[in-house]
Each structure stands twice: as C-alpha cells, then as structure tokens.
C-alpha cells in the first residue's frame, strides 16, 4: 500500500473509534441501584419493622388478639364489680344500731288522692316473725292514692263518735286509725267483718279489735302484752297495705 493509502486508512479508523465513543455515551442509562458502590438520587422508603408492627398475641389490638382483649376487659370488669365496695348501711342497718328500729311515739302518715281515691280495709292478717308481730291491713277500691294513718299507744280504747269503750285484752292498748279510707258503698268492695283476732302464737300481740270505718277513719285496737312496745309503721303496694310491726 502506498503512504496516500495507508493514511487514509489511518483516518477511517480514528473517525471510526470517535463514532464508537459517541454512540457509547448517547446510550448509557441512569447507574443502577444493583451495582455495587452506587447510590440512588433519593433514598429508597423504608418499611416498618414486621416484628414492631405486628401486636403480640397476648394483649395486642390486632386481629389475633382482639378477642382475647376484648374478653380480658370483660374478666377485669367482673373483677372490678366484685372488688367495688358495698353501699354504706343505713344507721338502722349497721350491726351497732338498735336491733329494731322503733319506738313508742305515734307515727303518722297523710293519705293522698282524696276526692278520688275510695279504699277499704278488706282483711286483716297477724303473724309472728323473728324479732317482732307483724300487723297487716289490706286495703282495695279505687283510685290511684294511698292511705294515712295515725298509730298510738292510748290509754283507754273507745269508738269514734259515740266513745263508748272498747274492751281490749292486754296490758298496752295502740290504736291504728287509717285515714282516707272508704265507705264499701265507694269503694266497691266488701270491707273486713271479723271483729276481734286472738291469736295464741304471738309474743307481744294479744288480740286485735277491729272497728270499721266511720267518717273517713277505719280503726283497730291491738292490745300488747309486757307494756309498750316499740313499733314501727309502712305502706306497701301493690296490693295496698299498712304493716304495723311490734317488738318482742
């Protein structure tokens, strides 16, 4: 080959290789992030921990432990309800206070819905029971109101109006005089028609005289051995009654 030929050999492979590097350089794409020693433009996010993530079994707010949660604060309620303290007893309740609580003044209670309330005594039951007689006066008619009374210790038992004596049996005499009661022509039911109850299996109740109604009052004399005796009087209803209780 001549010098001509062998230079212009020479330049083809120079441009040659300058065309080579050129199109290295237009196809070389971003580093990528497997190589080793190079980095990203901004760092990748990082995960959570799945082990810090997850709730642990025994107590978490997960799925798996949830329910077991749920049941524990259910356990823990019980356990707080059973722990809570007792209501505070009443003075009439603490074992310090009097074993009954009574006395011997006269209790008094005003009736309501007169005008539109009609009762009549229709029975009249006695019973022993621990610690004291119970007295009870079951009341019935119509209206929605309630019954008073007035209940005494009186040294002598008499009628209403004509205030003739009543003889009672026992060495104290209280009287239960119940207001707001009924003729049975307003009230609608029969009233009681037994006129003395003598029980022999009382302790302080002797006999109770029964004395119908008149002008509003129905009223009973209950005569009370070892004199007087504390006593303590109440309405229950449904059914209507009056519970007059005597110690012994």
Request: charged fraction near 25%.
């Amino acid at each position: 080959m001549g010098r001509a030929g062998h230079r212009t050999a020479s330049t083809a492979a120079a441009l040659a290789a300058v065309a080579a590097l050129l199109l290295a350089g237009c196809t070389s794409g971003a580093p990528s992030s497997e190589e080793p020693g190079v980095g990203l433009s901004s760092p990748a996010p990082v995960a959570s921990d799945p082990a810090a993530a997850s709730p642990p079994a025994d107590g978490g707010s997960g799925d798996d432990g949830s329910d077991d949660d749920s049941d524990d604060d259910d356990s823990d309620d019980a356990d707080d309800a059973d722990d809570a303290p007792e209501p505070a007893a009443s003075a009439t309740e603490v074992a310090t206070g009097p074993p009954f609580p009574a006395n011997t003044r006269p209790d008094t209670a005003e009736p309501t819905g007169e005008g539109e309330t009609f009762l009549s005594v229709t029975n009249l039951r006695v019973a022993e029971h621990d610690g004291y007689d119970r007295i009870v006066f079951d009341l019935d008619g119509t209206g929605s109101g309630t019954p008073g009374w007035r209940v005494e210790y009186v040294d002598q038992a008499s009628d209403d109006g004509s205030g003739h004596a009543v003889q009672v049996d026992g060495e104290a005499i209280l009287r239960v005089s119940l207001s707001g009661t009924a003729a049975p022509t307003d009230s609608g039911v029969e009233e009681f028609s037994r006129e003395r109850l003598e029980p022999d299996d009382l302790e302080s109740v002797d006999e109770i005289v029964y004395r119908y109604w008149f002008e509003g009052y129905t009223t009973a004399f209950a005569g009370i051995d070892d004199g007087k005796q504390p006593f303590r009087v109440f309405l229950l209803e449904n059914p209507t009654r009056v519970v007059v209780d005597v110690q012994h």
